[in-house]
């Protein structure tokens, strides 16, 4: 297998992302994407359908690639406001598998004080690799 996750012993298993993975093959980076749709427009100012819509995105770009959710080794989010990611894990956990399933990378989850689109709640890059 060309994806392996790193878990080191006695350490608690982490929930909804990797601390960490190792894999070769060809890297794909895919930039930032927020919650708007294929034509940069914001369909929905709610921060759960944002997410599903960036998320999305994420995977179409992965699918030009030749890549899919199984593919991500690393992950960062940007969110604009904690509380709301933080009170709403339940609905992101069902956003997050409906569109990524059980694939679950390396992942960095940070506050900002704002996203380069006003409207825009939240912002995901994503680092894949294909196996060789």
């Not at 297998?1 to 890297?27: C, D, E």
């Not at 940070?110 to 994503?126: D, P």
Request: hydrophobic share 45%.
């Amino acid at each position: 297998m060309s994806i392996r996750h790193l878990q080191p012993p006695g350490w608690a298993p982490a929930k909804g992302y990797a601390n960490g993975i190792a894999a070769r093959g060809t890297q794909v980076y895919v930039g930032g994407q927020i919650g708007w749709n294929a034509q940069q427009q914001f369909d929905t100012d709610d921060f759960i359908e944002q997410v599903h819509q960036a998320l999305r995105n994420v995977a179409a770009v992965l699918k030009e690639a030749g890549a899919g959710p199984e593919h991500m080794v690393r992950m960062t989010w940007y969110v604009i406001d904690r509380v709301e990611y933080n009170s709403r894990l339940k609905e992101l956990g069902g956003v997050y598998r409906d569109v990524m399933g059980k694939n679950f990378p390396a992942m960095t989850c940070v506050q900002v004080a704002a996203l380069m689109e006003a409207r825009a709640k939240v912002e995901i890059e994503v680092t894949a690799v294909i196996p060789d």
